[in-house]
């Protein structure tokens, strides 16, 4: 067993204990950012004078051999090693020899996992947020697409007013661009350096900590050096946040699923993301879209856990907070690969136009338009939306829209009506009339999709 803190003990650890206190299964995944901490550890320890320039450039080559044998496979990461920090060091004092000990003059195994998490959810963060952008440059193209693609909007799940696919996807635009902000501010509240903390106390070698945070591109140090080996304050954020991104998925999907069923036919997913049944040859599963939905209790589950974790912890570091690496490694996997396959699912996605339209007008989502028009003509509101009421329960019992009634029908109950009711209440009248901004009118739509690839476009 290859511990770092086996002087104290008079003898060997259990082997049971040994498993379950070991992290080197899952902290493996460490293994660069570990490297890449220690080589900035060790450069600002050089600078300093407490190592020598030949030092630095031993233990670094040394280091750099570690790395490029991982990756290349000629050396594996065992479960010989209790954690990651234990592997880098083991491996680099059998390369280098005792020089390699110095290695970690200065830190402890506290602040070097504190700077590791920290480091791996930098680069986890930025690998979200393309996996976002790659959706809203799907969504912008759909919307562009979809602009006189009427459809009914709903609200109670009911056929409320007539809509167009690109307002309806540009609701989901909103969501996944707020769900980037989210990103972007737990980036920057995070991007602070807990390396030289030590295990809380920070340490009596005179350390430059903010060079060793400007070698690894933080904003600077931490300050104070209890916080920073304690802190997950970062990680429940990004949990929270990854909870949201499941949610709107989540939303997403269920209408996916609704809008796949032979009852609506609005959309058709493509055959690569989706399945059959083993006794039901008609059937053809939206897999894809039920596995996401599903999925978003698994993240959720991890907010929970770690916000359970941490609610009874004194400071500073405590061995329970070990707990947050499977918890986050876990959500982060589940949310990037969700997020990548509902970005292909939509991108193959067919969208029955006919259906949808058709959808809209035998939902009366064009009935505020006719009472709108009654109100243009002189009759109060109130008393429009009764008359409009009449016609709905008149189609209803004649099993047609609105648009199929004749002139006479209309003017059986109201005397008000004219010719020009049908153009009034057709479907392009009633979406074009609604162009103030945020409304589905092309104008309007026109104009946030600009606006929306000027935003895109800011961080190419």
């Known amino acids: ?135 809203l440059e799907i969504l912008i193209k759909l919307m562009e697409e979809h602009t006189e693609t009427y459809m009914p909007g709903f609200t109670h799940l009911q056929k409320a007013q007539p809509i167009t696919l690109a307002h309806h996807l540009g609701a989901y635009f909103e969501m996944f661009k707020r769900d980037r902000q989210r990103m972007k501010d737990i980036y920057g509240r995070m991007n602070y350096c807990p390396l030289g903390a030590g295990a809380l106390a920070g340490t009596t070698y005179p350390l430059d900590r903010e060079y060793t945070a400007e070698l690894l591109g933080f904003a600077g140090p931490t300050l104070n050096s209890i916080d920073s080996v304690s802190d997950r304050d970062y990680l429940i954020e990004l949990l929270s946040a990854m909870s949201t991104v499941m949610m709107h998925l989540s939303r997403f999907s269920e209408e996916v699923i609704i809008w796949n069923s032979n009852e609506y036919q609005f959309v058709e997913v493509d055959d690569a993301y989706s399945t059959g049944s083993s006794i039901m040859p008609q059937k053809k599963n939206p897999d894809i879209a039920e596995l996401v939905r599903g999925k978003t209790g698994r993240v959720y589950g991890a907010l929970m856990s770690l916000l359970t974790t941490m609610k009874g912890i004194p400071l500073a570091y405590n061995k329970d907070m070990q707990e947050d690496k499977e918890l986050v490694f876990d959500a982060i996997d589940t949310t990037k690969g969700c997020l990548a396959l509902f970005t292909g699912m939509l991108a193959s996605m067919k969208f029955n136009k006919k259906q949808m339209e058709n959808s809209a007008k035998n939902g009366f989502t064009n009935a505020t338009d006719a009472a709108d028009y009654l109100v243009n003509h002189g009759v109060p509101f109130r008393d429009a939306h009764g008359i409009v009421g009449q016609l709905v329960l008149y189609c209803i019992e004649k099993n047609i829209a609105l648009d199929d009634m004749t002139l006479e029908e209309y003017k059986a109950i109201s005397p008000v009506f004219e010719e020009d009711i049908y153009q009034a209440i057709s479907m392009k009248t009633c979406v074009e009339m609604r162009n103030t901004i945020g409304a589905p009118g092309k104008a309007a739509m026109e104009q946030v999709i600009a606006w929306e690839k000027d935003y895109l476009a800011e961080d190419k």
């Open 1 to 135: 067993m290859a511990q770092l803190w086996g002087g104290r003990f008079t003898k060997e650890t259990d082997q049971l204990v040994y498993n379950f206190n070991a992290s080197i299964s899952f902290d493996r995944r460490f293994y660069e950012q570990d490297i890449r901490g220690s080589i900035a550890h060790v450069t600002m320890l050089a600078k300093q004078g407490i190592l020598t320039g030949e030092e630095k450039e031993k233990i670094i080559g040394g280091l750099k051999g570690i790395l490029s044998d991982v990756e290349n496979g000629s050396l594996q990461i065992t479960s010989e090693y209790e954690d990651i920090h234990s592997f880098v060091e083991a491996n680099l004092i059998e390369r280098i020899g005792d020089t390699g000990k110095k290695l970690h003059t200065g830190r402890s195994r506290n602040d070097q996992v504190a700077l590791d998490m920290k480091l791996y959810i930098r680069d986890e963060i930025l690998a979200l947020d393309k996996l976002l952008k790659d959706m």
